[in-house]
């Protein structure tokens, strides 16, 4: 069945990627972005196709549209750009959130929200099952969106269990791949960047510090699995690539596939940085029918090969 669907943040990294698959598809979809950290560049291929509608919209104000589905991602992903304007990023994830929620209510739509592993904080258990509640610094410099993410996920299982809405909890682990932005801060970009430049790889704290990456391909197919699963499994659930590295290993891996001469540099560890993160991914696996297929070293070297093009 086509389905007209919304995208919140559609012209971001992630979004621009579930725009095209939804389209491929056979969807009609509506991209609904303020361009903070996304750009049309990632989404004019688009504009050509008449399924595609491009809107420029903050939604943290109301929105008035007909959709049968949503998926909401519209919020900055990187420390640098959330910490940017820190009380625009909650009000995004929560004014947004619940304007989404409004919307899905009166005409009826499914909803999916992209959370995040930031829920976690800096975790003492590990690898993160969903059952895990955290440990998130209500007061500190990520509070913004981790707390902003928290209350989000609050209001999507308030309005659930309140106004009986289909909803479904994506909690997304470090995704990487082709459209990040050049500047975007996040640790695959600058480190791809700085190779490809010839300049220092900025490794922060002793670079022992681990993340799980995810390329984006797997992950959106882990997106539009969840939004099709029965409406009683509503989530949260763990999108990632359970495969975990330090970012020692991973500066050294993008060294070696970019056969870059640049050196490693150790800069300040920023403040409430997690020492770990890794997905626990039974659940996606059992309800979804989901795991990621990619490789660090194949999703890598086709993110170098984007960079390439564009820096
Ligand atoms: P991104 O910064 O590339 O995309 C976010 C998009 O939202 C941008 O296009 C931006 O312009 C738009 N946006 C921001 N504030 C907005 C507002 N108030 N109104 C309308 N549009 C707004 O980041 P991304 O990596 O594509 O992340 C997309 C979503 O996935 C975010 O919600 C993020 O929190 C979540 N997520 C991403 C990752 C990851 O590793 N990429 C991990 C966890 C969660
Ligand atoms: N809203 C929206 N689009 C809609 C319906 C609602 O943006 O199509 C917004 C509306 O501005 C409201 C919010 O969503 O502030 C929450 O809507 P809800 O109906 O849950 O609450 P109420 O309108 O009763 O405050
Ligand atoms: N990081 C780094 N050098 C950089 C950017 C990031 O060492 O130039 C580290 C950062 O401190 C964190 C990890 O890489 O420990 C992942 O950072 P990112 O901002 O990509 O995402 P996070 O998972 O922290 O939200």
């Not at 012209?11 to 750009?39: I, K, Q």
């Not at 991602?73 to 625009?88: E, G, R, T």
């Not at 619940?98 to 909803?111: C, E, F, P, S, T």
Request: proline letters at 6%.
């Amino acid at each position: 069945m086509i389905k007209r669907i919304l995208v919140t943040g559609g012209a971001g990294f992630l979004g621009s990627h579930l725009c095209e698959r939804l389209l491929t598809d056979g969807h009609e979809v509506v991209c609904v972005d303020n361009y903070f950290t996304g750009s049309k560049k990632n989404i004019t291929h688009l504009l050509r196709n008449p399924s595609f509608e491009l809107i420029r919209h903050d939604v943290t104000f109301p929105l008035y549209i007909e959709v049968d589905e949503i998926y909401n991602l519209a919020c900055p992903a990187s420390p640098v750009h959330y910490q940017y304007d820190p009380v625009q990023t909650t009000k995004t994830s929560v004014h947004g959130a619940i304007n989404m929620l409004g919307l899905a209510k009166r005409v009826k739509a499914k909803i999916l929200q992209a959370s995040t592993s930031e829920v976690y904080g800096d975790p003492e258990v590990h690898p993160q099952p969903e059952s895990y509640w955290g440990r998130v610094n209500p007061i500190g410099i990520r509070s913004c969106y981790d707390e902003g993410k928290r209350c989000a996920e609050t209001l999507f299982f308030d309005y659930h269990r309140q106004h009986h809405l289909e909803i479904k909890v994506a909690r997304i682990f470090n995704t990487y791949g082709p459209r990040m932005h050049p500047n975007d801060g996040r640790v695959v970009s600058n480190f791809i960047v700085q190779a490809l430049q010839g300049k220092d790889i900025t490794i922060f704290g002793d670079g022992r510090q681990t993340r799980s990456f995810c390329y984006v391909d797997d992950l959106i197919n882990g997106f539009v699995r969840l939004m099709n699963t029965d409406p009683e499994f509503i989530g949260p659930v763990n999108l990632g690539n359970p495969c975990e590295f330090t970012m020692i290993e991973l500066a050294n891996k993008i060294i070696e596939l970019t056969d870059s001469k640049s050196k490693v540099t150790f800069k300040n560890l920023p403040q409430d940085d997690p020492k770990q993160r890794k997905p626990n991914i039974e659940l996606a696996k059992e309800k979804l029918d989901w795991e990621p297929t990619v490789k660090l070293e194949d999703g890598l070297q086709k993110t170098i090969e984007y960079f390439k093009g564009v820096i």
